[in-house]
């Protein structure tokens, strides 16, 4: 089965301040892994994923996360952060087994503030 | 462009009424699936369907919730005899691609906000 860890449920950052998301997951099976980003009362925003090739992957508004199979890890960066990057954001892996089409299992989230 | 719109965004309901929520998707994603969130739970799966079929139903939670599409466009869950567990945001998302690829992007709608009182 497949399964995604996130460590903290909330980070508070100051504004400039470099941001890590942590996010480590399970996958008996090459992963496709995924961060979405939910601003207040709105749906699901992909901010990158990754799928295969180049294990540092570049996304949206300056985030960026690194595949690293040794660690089971894909932790989400930022180098500044802006008062705008406060939301919640989740790490998903996607199920590649036969007839499930993809469905993501999601994190428990993190919900990120930014300071002035 | 238009993108991934559901309806109605807000639904409060008494305990044991039926509801039905709208998914519409992005014109030509054959991939459309459902998914719950709530406080203690987080984003859970709930439906899979590829066109007209649901080859996943494992999330649904029990049989008072089904959900069909039809057109290989518009979804609707219903849940039958609500109850307070139920309460939740429930997302609809759908991605292009064969057979719902696992590294396609799924795009979201905005939610509806279930209520049982």
């Known amino acids: 089965a497949q399964s995604v860890t996130q460590l903290g449920s909330h980070v508070s950052v100051s504004e400039g301040a470099l941001v890590l998301l942590r996010c480590n997951y399970s996958s008996s099976v090459p992963p496709y892994l995924f961060w979405y980003v939910q601003y207040p009362n709105q749906g699901l925003q992909l901010l990158l994923k990754?799928?295969?090739?180049?294990?540092l992957v570049k996304g949206i508004n300056g985030f960026e996360a690194e595949f690293k199979k040794s660690e089971t890890s894909f932790h989400l960066t930022k180098p500044s952060a802006h008062m705008s990057d406060a939301a919640e954001y989740f790490c998903?892996?996607?199920?590649?087994?036969?007839?499930?089409?993809?469905?993501?299992?999601f994190g428990q989230g993190t919900e990120l503030s930014v300071k002035p | 462009g238009a993108g991934v719109s559901q309806s109605p965004s807000n639904k409060v309901t008494e305990k044991g009424k039926d509801v039905e929520l709208r998914c519409d998707p992005i014109s030509g994603h054959t991939a459309l699936y459902w998914y719950r969130q709530s406080l203690g739970q987080g984003l859970e799966f709930l439906i899979y369907f590829q066109g007209n079929s649901a080859p996943d139903k494992s999330g649904l939670p029990s049989d008072r919730f089904s959900a069909e599409r039809t057109g290989g466009s518009v979804s609707t869950l219903t849940i039958q005899r609500t109850q307070q567990e139920d309460s939740a945001v429930y997302l609809c998302?759908?991605?292009?691609?064969?057979?719902?690829?696992?590294?396609?992007?799924?795009?979201f709608g905005p939610g509806t906000r279930l209520t049982v009182l």
């Open positions: 998903a892996v996607s199920v590649t087994f036969y007839n499930q089409g993809g469905k993501l299992i």
């Open positions: 990754y799928t295969t090739g180049a294990t």
């Open positions: 998302a759908s991605s292009l691609g064969d057979r719902g690829s696992p590294y396609n992007e799924q795009f």
